[in-house]
C-alpha cells in the first residue's frame, strides 16, 4: 500500500535526545521531515500512557532509530516531535501499525487532532472494515469537543469488533462528555466485564460517578483503582482529589504519604488542593489514549 496522506506541519527543532537518535538515523540514510503547519485545534489532555510496542526492525536499520526517537521524544512530553518522527516512519512503512497508532496518539496530545482525523480517514477509504482505526477517529473528535460524532464512531468500532473494553471505556467517556451519565455507567461496567479491575476504567469511571454526585461508588472505584498491580499516579491523584473535594484534606494527605514517596506525595497534595478551587473536574485519565 502507497503512503496514504501526506503531512501538513511545519518542521520545529526536536528535543535534545530526540535530536541525537534523529540524527544517527539520517547519518544511517533517512531524509529530513518536510511538513506545513495546520489549523491550530483545541489542545487534549495529556495521555500517561507511553507506547508499549517494540520495534519491528533491526537495531542497525535507521528505522530503529526512528522509532526510539519517537518514543524518547514521547516520554519527554514533546509529543508534536514525536509526532513527526512517527510521520517519517510512515512515510516509508505505511503500514506499520504502531507508527499509526502513536502518529494518531501524539497527533492528538499535540492539538493536532484535524490532521490525525484526514489521516485515518484517508487508511480508513482503504480499510473500512477496520475497528481500531474507526476508534482511532473516535478519539480524534473527542480531542476536538466533537462528541456526538465520536459517539457514531466509537459505536461503529464496537459492531465492527464485536466489542473491546477500550472501546467501551473510550464509549463511557463519551456519554460523560454528552451528560449521558447512566449510558457511561452501562459503558463502563462492559468494560470492567471485559477488563476486570483495569485501573484506566476505574480512574475514569469513579469520576464519572463523582460527576452525578454518586460518592460512595466514586470512592469505591477510586480506591479498587489504586489497588491495582497496573496504578498509574494518576490514580492515586484521582482518589485523593476525591477526598479532597469533600474536604476531607487530612484523609487525601495521609493516603499519599502512606502510598507514594515523599516528594510524590508533597506535589500531588500541592496539585490536589489547586484543584479544589476549581469547580472543573480535573485529571480524567485520557480515554483518547
Known sequence: ??????????????????????????????STLGLDTPEKTAPTEKSQDLPAETTAFAKDDPRFFLTEAAKIAESEGNSLDAMKIYKKILDTHPDYQPAIFGFSRTGRESGQAKVVLAYLYELLSQQDNNSDYVAETAKAHYSLAQYETALKQVDKALETSGGKWEYYSLRGAICDKLSRSDDAALAYEKALDLAPGHPKILNNYAMSRFLVKDLKRAEQYAVQGTQSKQATLQNFQTYATILAKQGRYKEAQDFLETNLNKKQAEIMMRYVKNQTASPVLWGRTNPSS
Open 1 to 30: 500500500m502507497s503512503a496514504p496522506f501526506e503531512s501538513k506541519m511545519n518542521f520545529f527543532p526536536l528535543s535534545t535526545f530526540a535530536t541525537t537518535l534523529f540524527c544517527v538515523s539520517l547519518l544511517a540514510g533517512c
